[in-house]
């Protein structure tokens, strides 16, 4: 069974601090992505992976960075938090056939204060 | 202009009722197209692919029409587990590429007794 998982369900850090969000995946997929996703402004991509130690930027890349030292594994860096990065944070990951379905893990809710 | 655009709704039906969500895309090139489903405080899954010929899976109906850049989503017999935001997803690019997708913020429907 298809299966991604996500460090913790909720999450709330301070203003400043370094936030680190994991991803894995079971399924030896090629491509992972790290979306945030907001009331009204739906899923947005902030970074992927298309292979280990392989990154590329999404639609909003600021204020976060990754790593993918691992195929499972896909971590998201928040540098030093700030309130606007107060979030649902969804991994997915897929592979490189076509028509690839993502398959999303249950998100993180990140609360900064 | 937003990449995918969708009404926000929400659509509010009767059970047995037969509802229709369409979503538009800006980028002609766009190859691949999905409609995914997401239960409230879950991940979005997969409800089905979206092909020129148009898909039909039980009660759900999705076309494609790539002369006026639309997509749509059709859902007969209403059930009140349809109840969910109903996702519009476009990958933009040829095959490979990572399957990158671009999702719209997602149509509500609420499935009333």
């Known amino acids: 069974d298809v299966k991604v998982t996500q460090s913790s369900r909720y999450l709330v850090k301070r203003t400043g601090e370094k936030v680190f969000l994991e991803c894995v995946q079971d399924?030896?997929?090629?491509?992972m992505f790290w979306y945030r996703q907001d009331p009204g402004l739906g899923l947005r991509l902030i970074y992927f992976s298309y292979d280990v130690k392989m990154k590329e930027k999404g639609d909003i890349p600021e204020g976060y960075s990754v790593s993918r030292e691992k195929k499972e594994r896909f971590s998201l860096i928040l540098e030093s938090a700030s309130t606007n990065q107060t979030s649902m944070y969804l991994c997915a990951s897929s592979s490189d056939r076509a028509y690839n379905e993502q398959f999303f893990g249950p998100g993180t809710r990140l609360t900064v204060l | 202009r937003k990449e995918v655009e969708q009404d926000p709704g929400p659509f509010n039906v009767p059970e047995g009722a037969t509802v229709a969500f369409n979503c538009t895309y800006s980028n002609s090139a766009s190859q691949s197209f999905f409609w995914y489903r997401q239960d409230c405080r879950k991940e979005p899954k997969l409800l089905m692919s979206?092909?020129?010929s148009g898909n039909e899976d039980g009660r759900f109906t999705a076309q494609l029409n790539r002369a006026s850049q639309y997509i749509s989503l059709l859902i007969r017999d209403s059930k009140l587990s349809d109840s969910a935001t109903y996702l519009c997803?476009?990958?933009?690019?040829?095959?490979?590429?990572?399957?990158?997708?671009?999702f719209g913020t997602g149509t509500q429907l609420k499935v009333e007794l």
């Open positions: 997803v476009v990958n933009p690019s040829a095959m490979g590429g990572g399957n990158k997708l671009t």
């Open positions: 979206v092909y020129s």
């Open positions: 399924m030896d997929h090629e491509n």
